[in-house]
């Protein structure tokens, strides 16, 4: 499949990780995209970070990107596409969560395409991050709006959130749960 104009985040990312798939590289869908695609209603991210999961990103590689219609941007590792507005950044792994590194990682199918993702569980330690460390009050939002709609192990969260000193923003999350809306599906 390939990219075309008009295609929805979740569509390029289904078409991103299926050509690293085929070319035998695990790459998972983290930070933003892997958050809108679990909460679609939460603020729209313009980028795909994948994390190439235990694998080093080596120049033989680079051509997957370019075959897709990928080409670099001024920043490194950063792709962009003229038929879509999103940009792809291109991450080494291993998979991580701030300290947390990850061994674990959600894979959907849909007919012959697949895409590798942060757990929601993970998607949210992941949003909180960004909270704690980029002082982002947008991720922190996201991380409420995943877990009112999916299945979370907000004990889990807790604890990872005490591990990187990120209560203030555990309590952030927290309060913005409690304000969200449930969609019914948590």
């Known amino acids: 499949m390939r990219i075309v104009r008009g295609m929805t985040l979740d569509q390029v990312a289904f078409v991103v990780c299926s ?10 869908l983290a930070g933003g995209g892997a958050a809108a695609f679990y909460a679609p209603a939460a603020e729209m991210t313009r980028d795909l970070d994948f994390v ?35 940009t792809l950044e291109v991450l080494q792994g291993p998979l991580a969560v701030g300290e ?17 993702l942060l ?5 949210v330690k992941d949003r909180l991050a960004s909270g704690q460390y980029f002082h982002d009050l947008s991720a922190i939002k996201q991380a409420a709006k995943i877990a009112k709609s999916h299945p979370v ?9 005490e591990y990187e000193g990120a209560t203030r923003t ?13 969609t019914g599906k948590g």
């Open 19 to 28: 050509a690293f798939d085929r070319a035998g590289v695990v790459a998972v």
């Open 52 to 86: 190439l999961h235990f694998e080093l990103f080596v120049m033989p590689k680079a051509s997957i990107i370019f075959d897709m219609g990928f080409t670099p941007s001024n920043a490194a590792g950063t792709y962009m596409h003229g038929d879509i507005p999103f």
């Open 100 to 116: 947390e590194t990850l061994e674990r990682f959600e894979t959907l199918r849909r007919g012959e395409s697949v895409l590798h």
């Open 119 to 123: 757990s929601a569980t993970d998607s």
């Open 153 to 161: 192990d907000l004990e889990a969260v807790h604890i990872w959130c």
């Open 170 to 182: 555990y309590d952030q999350f927290v309060a913005f749960m409690a304000i969200e809306p449930s």
